[in-house]
């Protein structure tokens, strides 16, 4: 009789913890996307320094049917004309480090840790100063998005381990 009860409760704690993380997965998702992306792009930094990297985002842009010559892509074949190859190296480091925060987070996530959410809080906290200041610089509606994904899953994640601190 008492084992039974002890099953249902465990049961049920289980359906709930199952109902409340149902955003996890997706979180880890985006996390590991974003790991991809910056693990990718810190190997090519390294690995090519020398590269014309301005060359390449105008190919890029006509490859995928954008015009060179637009004023947006324009700036940022402007502002890369102006990386430097030891620039190159340096970027590279630092988007493969933060690749690896982002994949660890991820994997943290994926498992449904609460290091691995502790961890995504605290990364993500930290850089909602920097996105806020960039804002201030230039609003655009990207950046506006990148800032509120944000501000909603540390908000998520503190409700979650929240949750589970307040529970027996």
Known sequence: MGSERATR??????????????????????????AVILLAAGLVLVTHPHADWASEVS??????????????IQRLIDKVRKIHAHEDVVFGTVALAYGALEATEAYGLFRRRPWGEWLTVLATSLLIVPEVWELTRSATPLK?????????V???????????????
């Open 9 to 34: 409760s465990l049961a049920a704690g289980r359906e709930r913890r199952g109902h409340s993380d149902r955003l996890l997965p997706w979180i880890a998702a985006e996390r590991t996307l974003r």
């Open 59 to 72: 190919r890029l842009a006509q490859r995928v049917g954008l015009n060179p010559k637009d004023n947006w």
């Open 144 to 152: 506006l998005g990148a800032l509120a994904l944000n501000l909603l």
């Open 154 to 168: 540390v908000a998520y994640l503190l409700w979650r381990l929240r949750g589970r601190r307040d529970r027996p």
